[in-house]
């Protein structure tokens, strides 16, 4: 079996198909090929659930001079992190670009996006993840750049320089790991076995560039000013990807240092502090926007403060929680990305100063929509339920009442997420006309989403099985 | 049988290119350029040949044929192929054929050469063909070829200089570790050589503050000239560096490496810092190719085997991205498109040209996983494991800040203001595509080149 191998073969294929093979069929090729993708995760989903994929791994030679291989790892976070990627590049597919404008480059765009997240999420030397993280970096600037709108070229000089400042830190972060561990190597679980004995000195370098590279992608407080201009400024798909799956690869990388070097526990309640400003910071920022995109953005960042809260915390709840907190953040935000994208599609505006009434013209988006705050917020039954849950039960455990403080952010996001919704969903009074009937194929990616987020929300079994 | 050929055919090739430079003079350029492409070819093949049969032998005492001499043979008759076919529509083509014939052998002579007289006569002839070929094309280009005249004329005295100091102590001029007598280890007299000797390779590598000239000649000069320049001249003066500070200075290695220290920092610093400012896309590559020359400087003040390793690495992977980069850049400055300005809509305008460019320029910022990028790890890990961190973190500054002013292009050809479509001749699209495929699949897979690149070092060094 060579699952992540085939994975990536799979979504390869789709890049190239989509680039040979004429305009017309280029969404479906690579839906197809996502498809593909798509099953093959979930069989291995279902095989690592029934415990057939214990310590399972792939490792193909690459550049033997450095000692690194292709090397790919099922564990409890590859698995359920692939199978985010896999949904939500499938959902932006099939549903994100409704007249397929510049259908080659955006096709192939997210396929390639696809193949970084889960060649990231599954690398098991951080050679690989770097390279992984650069290859994701470049799509989505280029989703920026050349798929977006408005002032998207500025917003991509913004993002690619932030973007570019984290994967200098990075790199340097990880080269000083590579040659201070006893044996020299990128793989991940020696350097877990390994690096106690790194000086403390040299720890601390590497912890605070690592931080600083993850804090710059997740985004955190005082690192997020490439956020808002990117997360709006994008196409639709773009959007979706950047709140669904890159911000993800901060949050994962967090949570590889925690694993990683021993002296990241001793900084925990610090940076425990930086998730609660954060989280307030996003919470407050998102109140004044009128722009529906903005807002979708900051409830990510406050999402994301959210599981930087549960990766401090540590301990089984904690690293559960933020678990669980990237897969359902993750496919509730890019639910949030889809449906204002088909709105702005269909009424030519994403402000909340304009919409007035859309459940009246486009009822599977608002109601979609309303979904996505639903699964934003952790109601019951969506799948942020049981990670809000999780995080905070641990970080209560590990910080005391302090760690139960970003809570409440979460209630200032969603009284202006619900005040948003009454007031441009649901107010069918004075409600505003449709401008272009067109229809997307929207629906099969809300279906897609929200069927995943009920189904994670239902059952966490699916994914606290892994434990 | 192969060693006959080896022994008697590539000093035949550099001979006939040599002498066939001026009999092609003014006749038939055009197919006499492609006779010089057979040549090159031809050289590709015997340093195929050479480097898999692994002879190692002196010819003449002045060329040396080993693993080293016999790979860096044919990578730079593949670069000087490349720049040749985008030389196609010179307007003098006899005129040019015989400067690149000197061009291409002394760049041969260069890289083969056994004898610090050999490799100083080779150097200048280099730079004397050098400066016609700048000044060939028009008055307007007579500045930048005097100033390189000038400029490369006192670095070839410098350099003749410096090997008359080195001459009582190794006296058959041999291109070998100088004999260490006991009472000279780090003595002045050799430490003011090797000063000499940075001096006057500095100038054609474009080391900092050697480098002034580089810009205006870069710019002046027509795009083929500029990629030869940066992709071949540049970079055999890198592989004059490496054998006299590697070969002949073996034993003061750890003395020179500060020195070098100092120079790289300098360099990268110089040409990233100024290229952020440009305006004129051949003018800032220009100065992006100044601070390439101090990222490959990285490795020489490393010194280890490993650092060699990443500096051949980083100038293999420099010439095919430069050159790539400027073929582009004269197609469109020959289309009135010059300024960062200018460049908007170019992914529009022409596709496959705008992505090539962009991955070209991604790769120059070291992006994976892209050529560029393999080099520079290669570079920046072996300065970490040989304990100068500061230098790589500086390294890796530097990197980032270069993102400034490729992300400044690449942002402004995705704009989308509708302009015309530009469709790009045969010749751009060829070079572009080879080198676009060269920095995709050893970005890719790095294996095979650095274990030849490895094994290369391992027979000189």
Redesign the interface.
Known sequence: MIFFVAIMLALFAGILAVILLDKRFARGAAALFASVALAIIIIMFFYYLTGRMVGYSESI??????GISLQFYANEFSVPLSLLAGIVGLAAIIGGNPLQERAKASNSLILLFELAAIGLFASGNLFLF??FW??GI?AVF?MI??LGEGNN?NS??VY??YS??A??LL??GI??I??YTPIRSFNISTIEAGAQTIPLGVQEVIFVSLLIAFMIKMPVFPFHSWMQGAYSDASTQGSMLIGGVLSKFGAYGILLIFLMLPIARTYAPYILIIAIVSAFYAAFNGIRKDDLKRMAAFTSMAESAIILTGVTALGAFGLDGAMYGMVAFGLGISLMFLSIGSVEFMYGSKHLSTLRGIVKGAASTAYSFLFGVFAATGVPITAAFIADLLIFTGADKSFGVLGVVPLFSIIIVGAYLYYAINKSFFDTENSIEIVRYETGHWNPSYALLIFSILALGIVPALILGFR | MIHSIVEYGIPLVILTMVTGGFAFLRRRGRWSMALTGLFLIIAVGMGILAFLSGYDFVEFGIFRINGFSSMLLSFFAIALLLVLVLAKDEEEPGLFNMLFCLIASGAFFVVLSYSLLSLMMAIELISAATALMILKGGKKRIEPAVKLFVISTVAISVFVFAVAMIMPYDLGFAIAPLQMNTGLTGSSLIMLAAALFIVALAVEAGLFPFNIWMADVYQGAQGHVTALLSGVNKKIAFIAILYIFFVVFAGYTKILSPLFELIAILTMFFGNLVAMVQKDVKRMLAYSSISQAGYILIGIAVGTTLGLDASLFQIIAHTFMTIGAFGIVMWLGSRGINTVEDYKGL?QRNGFVGVAFALLL?SM?G???LMG?VGK?LL??SA??SGL?AL??IG??N??IS??YY??V???M??RTEKGRLHADYGVIFVTAVCLLVILVVGI???PL??IL?KSVMSVF
């Open positions: 030679p690459y550049i033997s001079t450095f770097f390279i650069d290859v470049i280029f750049s050349c070229l991509a000089k690619l320089f570019l400042l994967s200098a790199l340097f080269l000083m590579y040659f | 992914f991604l910022a992006v994976p996983p990028f790890f920046f890990s970490i494991s961190i790589a973190a890796i500054i990197s980032f993102i400034y992300g400044k690449i942002v402004s995705a704009d897979y790095p294996q650095i274990s490895s």
